[in-house]
Structure formats: C-alpha cells, structure tokens
C-alpha cells in the first residue's frame, strides 16, 4: 500500500447553523483511486470544497505528504498540486481544447511580443496534442471549439486538464454523471491512466457499478463524518450500501 499523501482529520464545516462536516476524516493516497460515496447531503462536495481551497474548515486538521497545510483559495491548493473536476462541464464553450487546456496558464510567446502579452498558440497545441494522446483521450478534432465536441470528449478535456496540472491530488466531483455509457467509459479510462502516473484520485460518484469497477478503495460519508472504509478488491456492494445507509458503522463517533 502505498503513503498517505493526503490525510484530513476532523474536520468540521459549519455553514451558519448548518453541519456539513462534522468531524470527518478522509484519507487518499498516490497511485490511487479512492472513491467517496455517501448519501445526498452526506457532505462529499463540503469536503472537497475543503480539500481544494474552494471552503475553508470550520476546524479541523489538512496534511499534505505529512505537513500541515491551509487553503485559503482553490489557487493556494493548486499551487501545492491539487485540482479538481466539477460534474458541471466546466470548459470554455467557445475555445479550442488546447486553449481549453491551458486556461489561466497560458504560454506566452518569447521576447518582446510575449512581453506584450502575444500567446503561443503552436506550442500550445503541440503540447496539448501530446498530452491528449498520451492520456488516451480521443477527439474529433483539435481545431474546433469545445462546445461542438460530444458531453464525454468535453469531459475528458476537463480531466485531462486537470491532470496535465496536478502533481499530487486530482478531485473528480461526479464526474461522468453527465454522460452516456460509453463515453463514461472513456472518461473512466483515462481516470485509471492519471492513477497510474501516481496521482491520487479521489472519485465522487453515485454510481456503484462505477465505484466497484475503478476504485481501489472506498471511504464513506455518512451525516457529516466518515463511517467506514473498504479496501477495493474486497468490497461488496451490499456493504457500500449498508454504510451509506447507516446500517454498517465501522467508525464510532469520536
Ligand atoms: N453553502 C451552503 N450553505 C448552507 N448549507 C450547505 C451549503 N453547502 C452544503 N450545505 C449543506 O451541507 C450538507 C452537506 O452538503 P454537500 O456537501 O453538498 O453533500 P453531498 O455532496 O454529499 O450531497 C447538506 O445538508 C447541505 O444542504
Ligand atoms: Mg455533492
């Protein structure tokens, strides 16, 4: 098994008299992919909001590789090598996949025209294609924009997005929630393919055919707080289900 590179412990959120979290614990590790499950307002995006700078706890504690972190923005946690994919399609409609790609980080041309602010589209795109081909994500074209692409191939520039500039953690909330079969295939497939460059991926989802199929372990919410935790190979999704409803608690109350 390997390190715990992401390791929150307790944390609590509240949002005026609403407990989002209430004492959660939730670890993730490189290499894999860790699935989050829990019943609707169980708190699973709260925790990410937290793990991604997007929220701050309430208290609570964050260590990345074993250090004591904070996230004041979801800037703050990216420039520690955490992303995240929002189930909403979060792209440019109107640009390109490889402007896509390097939204908010865009290269700039050299000397004075990049001084003026003139961007490097080729070495964009020679970048780009060579990260969708690597990452295995196949699209129609390069040349159009991302709005007249299908919702999966949309999709997989969003995750290949964030892949492209993780170093350490990649937040999926849902993310294959808004696409057919196959093309939730796809996006699947280049999930195991981040995992496999050593990031840890912590997969939202709903769906437990999808959970059992890619996660190699399991952690789940329940009511603000983390109730159990299953390790890939022997999970049953009897048990998922009785954790998510409270019928199975490994974890008590602290
Ligand atoms: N911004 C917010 N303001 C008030 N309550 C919130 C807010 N965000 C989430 N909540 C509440 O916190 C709880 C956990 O929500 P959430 O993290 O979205 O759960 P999940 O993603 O597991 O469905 C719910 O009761 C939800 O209504
Ligand atoms: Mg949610």
Same mark, same amino acid.
């Given at each position: 098994?390997?390190?715990? %590179?992401?390791?929150?412990?307790?944390?609590?959120?509240?949002?005026?008299?609403?407990?989002?979290?209430?004492?959660?614990?939730?670890?993730?590790?490189?290499?894999?992919?860790?699935?989050?499950?829990g019943?609707n307002?169980?708190?699973?995006?709260?925790?990410?909001?937290?793990?991604?700078?997007?929220e701050?706890?309430?208290?609570?504690?964050?260590?990345?590789?074993?250090?004591?972190?904070?996230?004041d923005?979801?800037?703050t946690?990216?420039?520690?090598?955490?992303?995240?994919?929002?189930?909403?399609l979060?792209?440019a409609?109107?640009? +390109?996949?490889?402007?896509? %790609?390097?939204?908010?980080?865009?290269?700039?041309?050299?000397?004075?025209?990049?001084?003026?602010?003139?961007? +490097?589209?080729?070495?964009?795109?020679r970048?780009?294609?060579?990260?969708?081909?690597?990452?295995?994500?196949?699209?129609?074209?390069? +040349?159009?924009p991302?709005?007249?692409?299908?919702?999966?191939?949309?999709?997989?520039?969003?995750?290949?997005?964030?892949?492209?500039?993780?170093?350490k953690?990649?937040?999926? +909330?849902?993310?294959?929630?808004?696409?057919?079969?196959?093309?939730?295939?796809r996006?699947?497939?280049v999930?195991?393919?981040v995992?496999?460059k050593?990031?840890?991926?912590?997969?939202?989802?709903?769906?437990?055919?999808?959970?059992?199929?890619?996660a190699?372990?399991?952690?789940?919410?329940? %009511?603000?707080?983390?109730?159990?935790?299953?390790?890939?190979?022997?999970?049953?999704?009897?048990?998922?289900?009785?954790?998510?409803?409270?019928?199975l608690?490994?974890?008590?109350?602290?």
């Amino acid at each position: 098994m390997s390190e715990i %590179l992401l390791d929150a412990v307790d944390l609590t959120k509240h949002y005026g008299s609403v407990e989002a979290l209430r004492g959660a614990s939730f670890q993730a590790r490189a290499g894999e992919v860790t699935a989050l499950i829990g019943d609707n307002g169980a708190g699973k995006s709260t925790l990410v909001k937290c793990l991604s700078g997007a929220e701050q706890p309430t208290s609570g504690k964050i260590l990345l590789d074993g250090k004591d972190v904070r996230f004041d923005s979801p800037t703050t946690a990216r420039r520690m090598g955490i992303e995240t994919v929002y189930q909403d399609l979060a792209v440019a409609p109107e640009l +390109d996949p490889a402007a896509n %790609l390097f939204l908010g980080r865009e290269i700039h041309r050299k000397g004075i025209l990049g001084k003026l602010g003139m961007l +490097d589209k080729a070495e964009m795109r020679r970048q780009a294609i060579e990260e969708f081909q690597r990452l295995g994500v196949t699209l129609q074209s390069t +040349d159009v924009p991302i709005g007249s692409l299908s919702g999966g191939q949309r999709q997989s520039v969003a995750v290949a997005r964030s892949v492209v500039w993780a170093s350490k953690v990649v937040f999926m +909330d849902e993310p294959t929630a808004a696409l057919g079969v196959v093309q939730r295939e796809r996006v699947l497939d280049v999930i195991k393919k981040v995992r496999d460059k050593g990031i840890a991926v912590v997969l939202i989802s709903h769906n437990m055919p999808e959970v059992l199929s890619v996660a190699d372990r399991v952690e789940v919410l329940r %009511l603000g707080k983390r109730v159990a935790r299953f390790t890939g190979s022997d999970t049953k999704l009897e048990d998922l289900v009785a954790a998510m409803t409270g019928a199975l608690v490994q974890e008590e109350a602290a």
